[in-house]
């Protein structure tokens, strides 16, 4: 599954993450939500982050894309294509070469006729929804249809990274399947896909590789393959999520 | 279906007025001021016979009770008469008139100056939260909300008219001039100052409102997206941020018609500008009861016009009442 000489497209090196708050009047309080995280996405891979709410998945997304609060303070290197990944250079990436697929209907402008946001309309087609949909508002769109249009807003260019925040909550089985293997249709055409979930299961189906990340950094990096097996797993948490996926209550604790 | 909502509306108007005018009625006959003592003044009625005391107290109405008083003007003015100004002598729908000409253009002008530059002043702070030009505005439409209307009346005129002579000191036409002979020119010039004193006290709620909505837009995943989709800060302030905060902000002004109601009537008496605003002065504090009821009723209609205006806005302009309210 795992070809050598994998072009290395995104290379984030000890990544944190600190928030600087303000609490009664002048006394700062500095939470580090993100610490030291190290993370590596090929070109052609599917890299799956999965974690508890709160364990800062969906601000690495932020981190990548530029986009964190004003109050956030960023250390650390990211690296693009082998390049340092800039705040300037994010800015000319994102929305191109590197997209986010975002997490639910509210990421759209309520306002705003759905074609209108999506810049390549063709983009709807490709994903099953009719012209119409290019004339309607957010809120006239079914829960899978919003899916497919957040989907849509990644495609609708050449991206060579995603990064897919939480995609599935909330859909039935079947539509998250099938959410997620659109996702790894890009990563058959050459992108480098990072899926943000905390379907541990549903992402060892269409992954190449897990990060377990616990507490603000990434404690576990494993394929997937080796994922189901704890004790090929070297994190504490993360031999824990690993027993506790379903086939390993079938398997008895995870010995093969 | 729309005529049932527009009777409920008009239902709801007829028990506003009836409501409105019952209240100012009500305060008005538990005002300690005596309209002979006001009007005429102790010394002209100490040197007048009973007869013609008498006369007078029947023609201010005194020794009729406030209900019946109530009955007798409810009763004309369902039928649209108004009755007859006491202190004008005129009937009271020609006095609100005339001062309505002068007034609803100041209140026109400084609605739309206000709501046009406190909008603004609102998006630029928004967009630009805690750095310098939010403190500035922020800091500013602060300033001006703690400020009373009539104080930055007083030192405009200070200031524009007395020291720097720039306006008139007062009024509504030149001094001395024959009514016939006073250009649009004259007018408009006497009115610049008064309606800007009134914008400029309107400005800060619109901007604190439309800063405060902004931000929360500028803070929403919609714009959170539209950043990631490589949208640059001022594509996102124009194509995202005015779209979202204009009908609030449209809702807010239309809502606020009787803020600048309320400051006219204090911005008209520093300016001495012969408007609706003194009139309900004059008449409040003469006694003269029809004007003021006709004065109150007219205001009334104009805040719930604003109210009704908002109300429809939203049905009108935002899709997903257009299109929520559309069988499908």
Known sequence: MSEQNLNTLLKIRDLSIDFLQYERGLRRRITHPVSHLNLDVEAGQMVAIVGASGSGKSLLAHAVLGILPYNAVMTGTMEFDGQELTKKRIETLRGTEICLVPQGVSWLDPLMKVGSQVKDRSALACYGLGPEVDQMYPFELSGGMARRVLLATATSRTPRLVIADEPTPGLPLDRARRALSHLRDMAEDGAGVLLITHDVELALEVSDRIAVMHEGTVVENALAGDFPYPQRLNHPYAKALSRALPQNEFFGGGAI | MKLNIVMKKALRLVLLLLGVSAAAFFL?????????????????????????????????????????????????????????????????????????????????????????????????????????????????????????????????????????????????????????????????????????????????????????????????????????????????????????????????????????????????????????????????????????????????????????????????????????????
């Not at chain 2, 002008?109 to 609102?122: D, K, T």
């Not at chain 2, 405009?156 to 024959?178: I, K, N, Q, R, S």
């Not at chain 2, 609706?276 to 004007?291: E, F, I, R």
């Open chain 2, 28 to 328: 008005v006959s538990i005002s300690p001021i005596d309209p002979l003592q006001t009007n005429i003044g102790q010394a002209a009625l100490g040197s007048m016979t009973e007869e013609q005391i008498e006369t007078l107290r029947q023609y201010w109405g005194v020794d009729v009770p406030a209900g019946e008083r109530f009955l007798y003007w409810l009763s004309d003015a369902v039928r649209g008469d108004f009755g007859t100004s006491l202190l004008y002598r005129r009937p009271v729908m020609e006095v609100i008139g005339e001062k309505a000409g002068y007034s609803l253009g100041l209140m026109t002008f400084a609605w739309i100056i206000s709501g046009v530059v406190g909008f603004l002043l609102g998006v630029i702070s928004g967009a630009c939260k805690e750095r310098l030009p939010d403190r500035f505005i922020t800091g500013g439409a602060l300033f001006l909300s703690g400020t009373p209307a009539f104080w930055i009346a007083l030192v405009f005129l200070t200031v524009f008219a007395v020291e720097l002579g720039w306006f008139p000191v007062g009024l509504a036409v030149p001094m001395g001039v024959p009514a016939d002979q006073v250009t649009l020119w004259d007018k408009l010039y006497h009115a610049c100052l008064p309606a800007l004193t009134l914008s400029v006290t309107g400005i800060s709620n619109i901007a604190l409102h439309t800063r405060e909505k902004m931000v929360q837009v500028m803070e929403s995943d919609y714009v959170l997206f539209a950043r990631a989709r490589g949208e640059d800060p001022r594509s996102v302030v124009l194509r995202h941020g005015l779209r979202n905060v204009i009908l609030p902000a449209m809702t807010l002004q239309l809502g606020s018609i009787s803020e600048i109601l309320g400051g006219s009537v204090l911005v008209e008496q520093v300016f001495s500008y012969p408007g609706l605003g003194q009139a309900a002065v004059t008449a409040g504090l003469g006694g003269d009861v029809p004007l003021l009821l006709g004065i109150t009723i007219l205001s009334a209609i104009l805040v719930f016009a604003g109210n009704l205006a908002a109300d429809l806005l939203y049905s009108v302009v935002d899709p997903r009442m257009k299109k929520g309210g559309e069988p499908r």
